[in-house]
């Protein structure tokens, strides 16, 4: 007697974006971004959904943001006001490990080797299953979301990500350091040009509104104007992804590394 088949079960295409993993299987996050509030601007819902999950959020910030600002504030006082505005932002969503790297000038951000290799050791440092980070594709339909320091903030992190965080020969020195290579199980894109995954921050809207409103020298200007925005944007979000009306949602592509 032949033993019948069961039904074929339907194949993974190996192209498509990846589901995520189920926050109560993630323990460290790592969100990597070119500037002050950018973290904030894409994903603060997110993130803030993240700490409530007990997931262990990392903030890392390749510049202090010095060319930004919309006031007379002297130049060379933007970075340190940035850097406080950025910790009192993160403080609204529960992240209290925020760190900035040294060396790269906002306007001027490259992905050099300098940045990945900073990069990496944090990665090592941190050892997050999940890294957010800006993506490194432009987005000509919103060309501000690419801005050139963001897709080279991402572009670094991608790189740093895979292969050299889990290669133990890509900067052997960090092994020195006692660094061992580590190996990201999910990267999340911001400001990327297709969407895989949309997470509903309906309830945590008014918690990235205040961190916004903290970065105090970027957002003054709007005023009221400034949750308006932000409710335009993420209530857009959600009525693409087919969400009911009212609901707001963040959109990102979610890439798995096997």
């Not at 819902?45 to 007379?72: H, N, S």
């Not at 990267?187 to 916004?212: C, G, N, Q, Y």
Request: net charge negative.
């Amino acid at each position: 007697m032949t033993e019948q088949a069961g039904p074929a079960q339907p194949q993974r295409d190996p192209l498509a974006w990846a589901e995520p993993l189920p926050d109560a299987e993630v323990e460290r996050a790592l969100v990597v971004a070119a500037h002050p509030d950018d973290a904030d601007f894409g994903s603060a819902g997110t993130i803030a959904g993240w700490v409530d999950a007990g997931i262990a959020v990392t903030l890392l910030l390749c510049t202090r943001g010095e060319q930004g600002g919309f006031d007379d504030t002297p130049r060379d006082q933007m970075p340190l006001l940035r850097e406080r505005e950025q910790r009192a932002a993160s403080a609204e969503l529960g992240v209290t490990d925020v760190r900035f790297l040294d060396g790269h000038s906002d306007g001027w951000l490259e992905p050099s080797w300098d940045l990945q290799h900073q990069i990496v050791r944090v990665l090592r440092q941190v050892r997050p299953q999940r890294v957010l980070c800006q993506s490194p594709q432009r987005m000509l339909q919103r060309l501000q979301a690419s801005h050139p320091d963001h897709l080279a903030a991402g572009e670094a992190t991608v790189r740093a990500v895979y292969p050299a965080s889990e290669n133990r020969f890509a900067w052997p020195e960090l092994l020195d350091e006692g660094l061992e290579p580590w190996k990201v199980t999910e990267l999340w894109l911001m400001a990327h040009p297709e969407t895989s995954e949309v997470v509903d921050i309906t309830d945590r809207f008014d918690r990235k509104v205040a961190a916004l409103r903290a970065h105090v020298s970027q957002t003054a200007h709007l005023g009221d104007g400034l949750e308006t925005m932000l409710r335009g944007w993420n209530e857009g979000n959600a009525t693409r992804a087919g969400l009911a009306h009212g609901r707001l949602a963040e959109t990102f592509a979610v890439s798995r590394i096997n």
